[in-house]
């Protein structure tokens, strides 16, 4: 589905970057937290945060707020689901 592809593979025109590039990675920095099982409500809201400029988080949150500002309420709904339904190890990728 759309949010599975956005995660995989981002938005190129919408200038989405592919969340789990970041989120993804078994070696990922540790400021970068699991998406995977988190619930559906607790993602859309953070997204529509991060899309607003209104959570501040860590010094790593303008990386999010570039991620966040090309995606419509539509893709944040599918990212939601997509990430809220994913298994913890699955969605956490293998790459
Ligand atoms: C360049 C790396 C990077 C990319 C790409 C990225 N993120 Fe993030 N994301 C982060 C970092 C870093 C944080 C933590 C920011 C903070 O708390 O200050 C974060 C936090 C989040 C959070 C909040 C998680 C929590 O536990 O509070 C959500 C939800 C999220 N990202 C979703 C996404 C989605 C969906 C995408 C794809 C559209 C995406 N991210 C792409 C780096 C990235």
Known sequence: GRGKETAERGMRPA????CLGCHGRQDRSRFYPSLAGQPE???????GLFRAGKRGGTR???LMANAAKGLTDDDIRALAA??????????TGTR
């Open 15 to 18: 200038g989405v970057p592919a």
């Open 60 to 62: 790593f949150g303008h």
């Open 82 to 91: 997509y990430f809220s339904l994913s298994a913890a190890p699955s969605a």
């Open 41 to 47: 409500r607790y993602i859309t809201a953070q997204l």
